[in-house]
């Protein structure tokens, strides 16, 4: 038996693209436009990721996401929820533990990205 966990919340996934360098040598960075994901859940960070002085930055929302977005999704992507752009800063894939569980999908971190507009 095979148990599937549900996705009811619809977000939008920008992927990051890299272009051609700028005067300095560093490729310029843009986003895709948002594309639709459906995703198990969002939520805040508990614990030692809502810390604000945490080592690697604050973490402002978690995603649970299904296995099958498994390297569609990447660092630096950013997702749209709401009126609120989100840079993506780190993906965690649970399908990879030392047992077979591949409903365990993905936890993706969020950091709000301020100041720049929604579309």
Known sequence: MTSTIPTPHVIGHQR???????ARGNPVETWGPAE????????????ELADPNRPGGRVDLLIHAPA?????????????????????T???DWTKG?????AA??????????????T
């Open 16 to 22: 990051r693209i890299l272009g051609a360098p700028d």
């Open 36 to 47: 639709p994901i459906r995703v198990h859940a969002i939520s805040g960070p508990e614990g």
């Open 105 to 118: 999908g993905l936890e993706i971190h969020l950091q709000q990205v301020e100041g720049v507009p929604t």
């Open 68 to 88: 099958n977005l498994a390297g569609r999704v990447q660092l630096r992507d950013r997702m749209m929820i709401g009126n609120a752009t989100h840079a993506v």
């Open 90 to 92: 780190k993906v965690q």
């Open 98 to 102: 030392p047992w077979p569980f591949p």
